[in-house]
């Protein structure tokens, strides 16, 4: 993450975790007690380009709050980071695969997703299309009925 925006979201998550408006001496020392060193001119910088992008809103001298615009952004970036965690998670485990074709031996990474036939087959063809756009994991696919297995997991 660019350091601006982790500036940015580090200051929004201040203002969101306070119940009164903040200036900008109380955010930074809050930043510094979190372990990030932020001078106070700094934060006022940021502040007015979080105030101008609609994120955060001056409440007079009383300082600063954050907006819902704000509360959005902070909650979209979270999703963003957790999304970044699983990718990373899937590529180390693809990275320690020892599968061996020739062998059928070794681990292997599978995604399972388990799903009602019916809908399932409402499906298909929104399937077929992150399939054919290739934002699916691989280019294989495969249905198992009720009771078969794959790996340890049991279709009930």
């Known amino acids: ?4 925006r982790k500036k ?6 201040v203002l969101r975790n306070s ?3 903040l200036t900008s001496i109380k955010i930074a020392r809050e930043l510094e007690s979190l372990g990030h060193d932020i001078s106070e001119r700094t934060v006022r910088l940021y502040l007015q380009r979080l105030n101008a992008e ?5 409440n007079g001298k009383k ?3 954050i ?4 509360e959005s952004e902070l909650d979209s970036s979270k999703i963003i980071e957790r999304v970044g965690f ?11 695969m020892s599968f061996d074709l020739n062998t059928t031996s070794g681990s292997l990474v599978i995604n399972v997703t388990l799903v009602d036939p019916r809908q399932f087959a409402k499906n298909v063809e929104y399937i077929r ?4 756009d290739g934002y699916a994991m691989g280019h294989l696919l495969t249905f198992l009925g009720p009771g078969e297995s794959l790996g340890h997991i049991t279709i009930p």
């Open 1 to 4: 993450m660019e350091k601006k």
């Open 8 to 13: 940015d979201l580090l200051i929004l998550g």
């Open 19 to 21: 119940s009164v408006p």
């Open 54 to 58: 609609g994120l955060a809103a001056q």
């Open 63 to 65: 300082g600063h709050e």
């Open 67 to 70: 907006t819902l615009k704000g």
């Open 86 to 96: 699983l990718s990373a998670k899937i590529d180390r485990m693809t990275y320690q």
């Open 129 to 132: 299309r992150v399939y054919a």
